[in-house]
């Protein structure tokens, strides 16, 4: 079996670093910071999906480096919260809060999602989420609370990569659990829990291509850095992640996991 692998700390505690900047370039085109298989597309989508507007406050779960919810404060005009439970995470996006003086509307705080949400009912006009439920261990009680700090008519938009959609083998579900806490879940289940939690679905969407796509280039771009990276990373971690890597590539480009993206809203 593989042994844990370090992704976020890495991500996060080296953001700053030209190489790391330059394997985000490479592999998603646009340096948002990010960690996902989310895609420039989807990024840009991701305001208009939630009717976001220079009134909004939203709250981003799981923000990791903070420099997506920047994006967004700063396009949009919103006020927006970022919550993760990576102490690097949250260090670098305060810091870049500062750097870009949107700290009077942007702030971020090292919080477990996996406890009860530290925001009053009905705090936020929308809440999302790329690529985190997957890592939370009690999906429902989590929906239940973004549900309890979503205004009424507020939307909730979240992706999760690990859906199964075929044969999958227990090496394989090794290799990509190796950097965390997983839930792997079936079709259909998280429609169930979303509307079990009291949201309405608006939509369900299958982004399986871009997965596979965005880890064989997030694999490749590493690859092609591979001693610097080696030099800060150490060759135990650098391997382990280009096998997690390849392993998401391959499971998703089979379509035996499968990678969604859920548009809820909570009722009026
Ligand atoms: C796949 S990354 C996605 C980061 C960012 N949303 C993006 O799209 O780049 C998952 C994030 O979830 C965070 N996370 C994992 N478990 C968590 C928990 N229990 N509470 C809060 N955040 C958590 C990780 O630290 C990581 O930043």
């Known amino acids: 079996m593989p042994a844990p692998v370090d992704l976020y700390d890495s991500a996060y505690g080296n953001y700053a670093t030209d190489i790391y900047r330059q394997v985000r370039v490479a592999t998603y085109g646009e340096d948002l910071g990010q960690t996902s298989w989310v895609t420039n597309e989807e990024s840009h989508a991701i305001p208009q999906a939630l009717e976001l507007t220079p009134d909004s406050r939203v709250l981003e779960i799981g923000c990791g480096s903070g420099r997506y919810a920047l994006q967004i404060a700063a396009i949009i005009g919103c006020t927006i919260v970022g919550v993760d ?56 009680a ?52 979303i509307e079990k939690a009291g949201f309405c679905l608006l939509e369900a969407m299958d982004t399986t291509a871009s997965a596979a796509a965005i880890a064989e280039r997030w694999r490749e771009a590493r690859n092609q ?44």
């Open 85 to 140: 439970i990576n102490e690097a995470g949250i260090r670098n996006a305060n810091s870049l809060a500062c750097a870009r003086n949107l700290s009077s509307r942007v702030s971020f705080q090292q919080c477990d999602v996996a406890k009860a949400l530290p925001f009053p009912n009905t705090d936020f006009d929308a809440i999302f989420a790329n690529d985190v439920l997957c890592h939370i261990p009690g999906r429902p």
């Open 142 to 193: 989590l929906l239940r609370e973004i549900f309890r700090v979503l205004k009424p008519r507020g939307r909730l938009l979240f992706s999760d990569a690990l859906i199964i959609g075929g044969a999958v083998t227990h090496q394989e579900i090794a290799t990509r659990s190796s950097i965390g806490y997983y839930t792997f879940a079936p079709p259909g289940h998280n429609e169930c829990l």
């Open 225 to 268: 850095r591979r001693e610097p990276l080696i030099s800060m990373e150490g060759l135990t971690t650098f391997e382990g992640l280009q096998q997690f890597l390849a392993c998401v590539s391959t499971l998703s480009s089979e379509r035996r996991l499968l990678r969604y993206l859920y548009l809820a809203q909570k009722p009026d």
